[in-house]
Nanobody, 121 residues
């Protein structure tokens, strides 16, 4: 069993930045890929980006590419989502997810509980 706990959400003005964290426990963190998703009110949950087990490769949705950066610190069992140039369309609950494998395949093994990000105009 893996527990994922997100933090760092909040209210920010358009153009601002936030850094989300996701702390993992319960399994060897460095053995699996991690991802971030988000869900806006009334919308489906959507993929934001992912990072492989070593942190040496990442991938992003087109809507956030160039603005968001995913990183991880395996010594701290934590994955981060740095969000810059935020706009109101980024308002959502942000979830971290753990994959079952070292490389991101789209499969989810565990979800966090989510953290709210609200961007005001």
């Amino acid at each position: 069993q893996v527990q994922l706990v997100e933090s760092g959400g909040g209210l920010v003005q358009a153009g601002g930045s936030l850094r989300l964290s996701c702390a993992a426990s319960g399994r060897t963190f460095s053995n699996y890929a991690m991802a971030w998703f988000r869900q806006a009110p009334g919308m489906d949950r959507e993929f934001v980006g992912a990072i492989i087990w070593s942190g040496t490769s990442t991938g992003y949705a087109a809507s956030v590419k160039g603005r968001f950066t995913i990183s991880r610190d395996n010594a701290k069992n934590t994955v981060y989502l740095q969000m810059n140039s935020l706009n109101p369309e980024d308002t959502a609950v942000y979830f971290c997810a753990a994959g079952p494998d070292r490389y991101w395949t789209g499969k989810i093994a565990y979800w966090g509980q989510g953290t709210q990000v609200t961007v005001s105009s």
